[in-house]
């Protein structure tokens, strides 16, 4: 069966600091990959998806980038971190064809100071 | 562009009560997919269902049922018999069906749903 993971769960920075958060996924191979992120309330908003290694679609303008070295292996990061980066990432995944379920991992609790 | 309206923001029932969560979506396209994903207070998100904008069968999974209808652009939920392990917050979200590559979903707000003993 198909597992996904997160880490680091959860992450106190400064502003100013980078940020590399890293999610896998176990037990499928070449999937759709996708990064969210809620923010304090509720609400998800797509960041970014790829569906290769390599290949990266930002959805919203932003002080983050990511990116895919490896087949299951998804990276979020930022060079310099603000408040407003605060927030609930999480990543996700499906089957790399047509508009397939996305399954979740337990995500990571971020806290800019 | 799509969009999911969950109005309801918070509703708190008791314990065996039914309750039942409204979704409306808005999309031009004729071709989609909606889904409910549950969210406890571990924070991770649960898939419940996947509907396709092709299939209005109401669905029902034990205590949970959903309701599809394409003329109201609705999709909603309702749990029977609520105890106080579906107290979480319910996401109902959107994809548009393009028959290849990839594409986030469209998340409502979400319903915070409290089950009272």
Do not use: M
């Not at chain 1, 070449?30 to 569906?51: E, H």
């Not at chain 2, 406890?40 to 205590?63: A, K, M, T, W, Y």
């Amino acid at each position: 069966s198909q597992t996904i993971h997160q880490w680091p769960a959860t992450l106190v920075q400064p502003v100013g600091s980078p940020l590399s958060l890293e999610c896998t996924v176990e037990g499928t191979s070449n999937p759709n990959l996708y990064w969210y992120r809620q923010a304090a309330g509720r609400g998800l908003q797509l960041l970014f998806y790829s569906v290769g290694i390599g290949q990266i679609s930002s959805e919203v303008p932003q002080n983050l980038s990511a990116s895919r070295p490896q087949d299951r292996q998804f990276i979020l990061s930022s060079k310099k971190l603000l408040l407003s980066d605060s927030g609930f990432y999480l990543c996700a995944w499906s089957v790399n064809a047509g508009r397939e379920t996305q399954y979740f991992g337990p995500g990571t609790r971020l806290l800019v100071l | 562009a799509q969009k999911v309206t969950q109005a309801q923001t918070e509703i708190s029932v008791v314990e065996k009560e039914d309750v039942t969560l409204d979704c409306v979506y808005e999309t031009r396209d004729t071709t989609y997919y909606l889904f409910w994903y549950k969210q406890p207070p571990s924070g991770e998100l649960v898939f419940l269902i996947r509907r396709n904008s092709f299939d209005e069968q109401n669905e029902i999974s034990g205590r949970y049922s959903w309701n599809f209808q394409k003329s109201t652009s609705s999709f909603n939920f309702t749990i029977t018999a609520s105890q106080v392990v579906d107290s979480a917050v319910y996401f109902c979200a959107l994809t548009l069906y393009s028959g290849g590559g990839a594409d986030g979903l469209t998340f409502g707000k979400g319903t915070h749903l409290i089950i009272q003993p």
